[in-house]
Every structure is written in structure tokens, then in C-alpha cells.
T-cell receptor, first 114, second 112 residues
Framework: KAGVTQTPRYLIKTRGQQVTLSCSPI?????VSWYQQTPGQGLQFLFE???????NKGNFPGRFSGRQFSNSRSEMNVSTLELGDSALYLC?????????????FGEGSRLTVL | KNQVEQSPQSLIILEGKNCTLQ??????????LRWYKQDTGRGPVSLTI?????NTKSNGRYTATLDADTKQSSLHITASQLSDSASYIC???????????FGTGTRLTVIP
């Protein structure tokens, strides 16, 4: 069974640019959630999608957005990048809501903003 | 305020030794508590998930305990190996809206 796939694994952007990250969940999982991980803050919840609908959202500015497609693949977008957006962005898939079901994480997308 | 605190922040132990990591939480109501292992540059991997009624759960050399009355959990690693070097993250589910609350992790280094 293939795991969660995130692309790209590494990327470098400059301030003001935008970025799109992709996540393919485990086959059959309809929930995809996104997290930002920084050394100082640890893991922070961004949002969760289930069957193409955003079910839950963390406390991040509107520059962070996401969507989910009919095949459960998900993308997140960060517009007008700031230096503080440099982080490891993780997605996780689950057969149930993340708070109940087991989370399977991808390897992450490492974003560096210069 | 719903919070998860882990201690110590970092730990260095000799290969073959045992160690215990702590997790205290204030999340209420409580749904479940998870421990994840995260190797450097990789995504977290689930070690255990414990609900209110479970007070001990093992996964190989990893044993998690939960005391829901005192809101404390521990992760005990037996006979440590170099491959145990990683960050260990405690995550608590609950808080009414069934959110996830993350600890900042314990960085474990096992040295030969």
C-alpha cells in the first residue's frame, strides 16, 4: 500500500512569491490535513479537508489556503510569502477525522523563503 | 487553555540504556493521546494511540502509559538503539471540537 506522497520535497522561494504544495493521500483515505512545523513552534495545524470540503481550519492568516480534489489529492497554497513561512509543511491522511483516526504523514515539503 | 507540554526538551543516552519521556496535558475533554516518532527530515510515524480506558500500550521496545486522572503520559524506551535517535512528539485529541494539540517534542540522541 503506497504511503502519503508530498511534492516537491524541497523548494526555495523569495519573499512576495507564492507556492503550491501537493499531497496524495493513501488510497481510500478521504481526509487530508496539513501542518506547519518550525523549530520554535513545533507542529501547528493548518486545515483539514474531507471529500473536497474544508472541515476544520487552524489559526493561520488567509494567505494560507488549500483545496481537495475529487480523487482526494490535496494542494495547499501560500501567497505573498514571508520569511517566517520557512518551515517543513506536512500533510497527513486518515480514514477518519484526524482527531479520531490514525494519521499517516508524508515526508513533508521543506520550504525556504529568502 | 488546552496545552501539551513535554519534558525534557532534549535527552542524550548511551546505547542499550532505557529512558522515559514525559507528556503533561490540560486538554479537556480528552479523546485520545498519541506518541509519534520523527526522524530528522522525515514525517512523523505513529507509535501508539491511547484512549481514556487504556493505561498502557506497547509497540516493540516502546511502552506508553496514560494516567487520565493526573493528565500525564510517559513513553518508555527499553534497550535503546542508535536508530531511536529522533524527536518524539506527544499529541492529544480533544478540547470539545475534537482538535489535535501538539507538544513541541523531545529530541532524543542515542550515542554508542
Amino acid at each position: 500500500k503506497a504511503g502519503v506522497t508530498q511534492t516537491p520535497r524541497y523548494l526555495i522561494k523569495t519573499r512576495g512569491q507564492q507556492v503550491t504544495l501537493s499531497c496524495s493521500p493513501i488510497s481510500g483515505h478521504r481526509s487530508v490535513s496539513w501542518y506547519q512545523q518550525t523549530p520554535g513552534q513545533g507542529l501547528q495545524f493548518l486545515f483539514e479537508y474531507f471529500s473536497e470540503t474544508q472541515r476544520n481550519k487552524g489559526n493561520f492568516p488567509g494567505r494560507f489556503s488549500g483545496r481537495q480534489f475529487s480523487n482526494s489529492r490535496s494542494e495547499m497554497n501560500v501567497s505573498t510569502l514571508e520569511l517566517g513561512d520557512s518551515a517543513l509543511y506536512l500533510c497527513a491522511s486518515s480514514a477518519e477525522t484526524p482527531a479520531v483516526g490514525e494519521l499517516f504523514f508524508g515526508e513533508g515539503s521543506r520550504l525556504t523563503v529568502l | 487553555k488546552n496545552q501539551v507540554e513535554q519534558s525534557p526538551q532534549s535527552l542524550i543516552i548511551l546505547e542499550g540504556k532505557n529512558c522515559t519521556l514525559q507528556c503533561n496535558y490540560t486538554v479537556s475533554p480528552f479523546s485520545n493521546l498519541r506518541w509519534y516518532k520523527q526522524d530528522t527530515g522525515r514525517g512523523p510515524v505513529s507509535l501508539t494511540i491511547m484512549t481514556f480506558s487504556e493505561n498502557t500500550k506497547s509497540n516493540g521496545r516502546y511502552t506508553a502509559t496514560l494516567d487520565a486522572d493526573t493528565k500525564q503520559s510517559s513513553l518508555h524506551i527499553t534497550a535503546s538503539q542508535l536508530s531511536d535517535s529522533a524527536s518524539y512528539i506527544c499529541v492529544v485529541s480533544g478540547g470539545g471540537a475534537n482538535n489535535l494539540f501538539f507538544g513541541t517534542g523531545t529530541r532524543l540522541t542515542v550515542i554508542p
